[in-house]
C-alpha cells in the first residue's frame, strides 16, 4: 500500500475503507538467518536497512511487547547533528542526512520538521564552548550559526531576558536541527521491513540466548526456542538484563528520564529551544502541546515512570527561563529507561561470541539516531565489518580507555551524560 494525497482524499471519501494494517502479525518460524530482539527504533530500522541494502530478509524483530511501546514512542523527538568530538560528530551527521530523505524512502509521513534548534548559554565560558562546538559542527559539514542576544529577542521573544541569575548571553543555532513524530518512526521502519519480508512478532519476550561453543545458537523466548544464525541485541534500556544472558556485563546503566507535555496551545514556540543554566528544553508538537524535558533520576532504575522531584526539578528550570510557561496546564508526564554508557556515547559493535552483535547505550540521544544506526548496525551484522561512520562506537574503549568520547566532559559518572 503506498500513501500519496491523492490517496487519503480518496479514501477520505469513501469512509477510510481501503487501508490495510501496516504490516504484517508474523507468527514466529522455527529459524531465521537474524533474529534482532527488541523492536524499538534501533531494531526497527536495522531490519529495515539489512533488507533494503543488503537484501536480508529472512529475519525476525522479537518484541516483548508492542512495537514503539519502549523509548522509541517515549521520547521528546529532538533531532540534530550538532556533536562535537570525532566519532559522534561524522555518526550524527550521516543519521541527519538520512532523515533527510526518510519519509520519501519509506513513503511514510514521520511528520520530520526542520525547525531549528537554538542552545542558549549564559556565560562567557558557555560561548566559548559553544563557538567551539559550531565550528567543530561546520567542519563536519553541517550548519551552526552563533545568534546574539538581539537576534534572540527576535526570533525567542518569549524569554525571560531580564533575569538577572542566569542572563541570556546568546545562542547556537542549528537550522536543520528540529523534530518528528516519534511512533510514526517506528510504525514507517515496522511497515518498511514487514513489507520486505521481515517478521515482526510482538509480545514475543526474549528469555534466553543459546550458546554453544562460542557460537550463538538462538534464542528462547515466551513463545518458544528461535534457532538463528545470528542475533543482535537492541533493546535500549534492558541492554545490560539482555546481555546478561549471553554473560556479558555491560559498562551500561539504566536510569529514567521523564517527559512532560501541557495542553494543545496556539503555536507559541517555533524551535527546539534548550536553556544552558539548567535541566530543561521545550519545543512545541503539532498538535500544540508544549512538549518539555529535563534531567536524568540520579539513581539507576527500571521504573519506567519518574518521579516528583525531579519533575519539580524541570519546572523551576522551565519557569525561570520562560515565565509564560506557568500559565499552562499540564496535561501528562511519562518516563523511559535509559541506556547510559560511562562516556555518554553509543555502542555497535560485535560481541566475543561468534555471531553475537549489540547495539545500545544510546543515553537520552538515541531518538535522532535511529537511522543513522539500523543503518550501520545492519552493516555490521550483514558484512562483519564496522560501518564507517559508526566505526568508533567500539564496546572495548570501556576496557582499554583509548577511544572514549566524552562530549560534555563530565568523566565516568554514568547519569552526568
Ligand atoms: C523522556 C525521553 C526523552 C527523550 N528525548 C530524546 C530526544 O529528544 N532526542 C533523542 O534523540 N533521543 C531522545 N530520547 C532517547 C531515545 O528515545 C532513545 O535513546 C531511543 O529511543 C532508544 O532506542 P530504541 O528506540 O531502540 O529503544 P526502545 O524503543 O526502548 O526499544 C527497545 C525495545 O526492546 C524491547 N525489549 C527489551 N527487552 C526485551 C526482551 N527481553 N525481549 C524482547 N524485547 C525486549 C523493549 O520492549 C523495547 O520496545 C529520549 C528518551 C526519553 C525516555
Redesign the pocket.
Known amino acids: 500500500m503506498r500513501f500519496s494525497g491523492l490517496r487519503v482524499i480518496k479514501e477520505g471519501l469513501t469512509g477510510n475503507r481501503g487501508w490495510t494494517p501496516h504490516w504484517r502479525d508474523a507468527t514466529p518460524k522455527d529459524a531465521y538467518d537474524v533474529v534482532i ?7 526497527l530500522a536495522t531490519a529495515y536497512y539489512l533488507a533494503r541494502n543488503h537484501g536480508i530478509t529472512n529475519v525476525a524483530v ?4 508492542y512495537l514503539g ?11 540534530r547533528a550538532n556533536y562535537f568530538l570525532p566519532g559522534n560528530s561524522e555518526f550524527y551527521s550521516h543519521s541527519l542526512k538520512l532523515w533527510e530523505g526518510l519519509e520519501q524512502d519509506l513513503n511514510y509521513n514521520v511528520m520530520h520538521s526542520q525547525r531549528g534548534q537554538i542552545a542558549l548559554f549564559h556565560n562567557d565560558a558557555q560561548r566559548d564552548a559553544a563557538i567551539r562546538r559550531g565550528n567543530a559542527i561546520r567542519n563536519q559539514g553541517d550548519d551552526a550559526d552563533l545568534l546574539t542576544p538581539d537576534d534572540l529577542r527576535r526570533v525567542l521573544p518569549y524569554l525571560d531576558y531580564e533575569q538577572t541569575r542566569f542572563p541570556i548571553y546568546g545562542g547556537l543555532l542549528q537550522r536543520r536541527a528540529g523534530t518528528a513524530r516519534h511512533d510514526a518512526v517506528a510504525w514507517g521502519f515496522a511497515r518498511g521491513a514487514s513489507d520486505r519480508g521481515v517478521d515482526l512478532i510482538q509480545n ?3 528469555t534466553g540466548i543459546d550458546i554453544d561453543a562460542g557460537k550463538v545458537r538462538g534464542v528462547q523466548t515466551t513463545r518458544g526456542a528461535i534457532r538463528a544464525g545470528k542475533v543482535a541485541i ?5 541492554s545490560s538484563q ?1 546481555a546478561a544472558m549471553a554473560g556479558m556485563r555491560l559498562p551500561i546503566e539504566s536510569h529514567v ?3 512532560f507535555v501541557t495542553e494543545g496551545l496556539k503555536p507559541c514556540i517555533d524551535h527546539v529551544v534548550s536553556f544552558g543554566m539548567g535541566h530543561f528544553y521545550i519545543s512545541q508538537s503539532d498538535k500544540g502541546g508544549l512538549v518539555f ?1 529535563g534531567d536524568l533520576d540520579f539513581h539507576a532504575s527500571y521504573a519506567a515512570r519518574g518521579n516528583l522531584p525531579m519533575a519539580e526539578h524541570v519546572m523551576e528550570a522551565g519557569m525561570t527561563l520562560m515565565p509564560m510557561i506557568g500559565k499552562a496546564k499540564l496535561l501528562r508526564s511519562w ?2 529507561i ?1 541506556d547510559m554508557t560511562p562516556d555518554g556515547s553509543p555502542i555497535i559493535d560485535r560481541t566475543d561470541v561468534d555471531g553475537l552483535y549489540f547495539n545500545g547505550g ?9 537511522p543513522g544506526s539500523g543503518y550501520s548496525m545492519a552493516h555490521l551484522v550483514a558484512t562483519g565489518r564496522h560501518h564507517e561512520p559508526a566505526a568508533r562506537f567500539r564496546l572495548d574503549r570501556f576496557l582499554t580507555g583509548r577511544g572514549l568520547m566524552d562530549e560534555e566532559g563530565t568523566g565516568a559518572q554514568h547519569n552526568l551524560h
Open positions: 530482539i527488541g523492536g524499538g527504533g534501533h531494531g522479537l518484541e516483548k511487547g511501546g519502549g523509548n522509541v514512542g517515549r521520547n521528546t523527538t529532538i533531532v514475543c519476550e526474549v537492541v533493546v535500549a534500556g534492558r539482555v528520564l521523564q517527559a524535558g518516563g523511559g535509559m544510546w543515553c537520552y540521544g538515541g531518538f535522532k539516531a535511529v
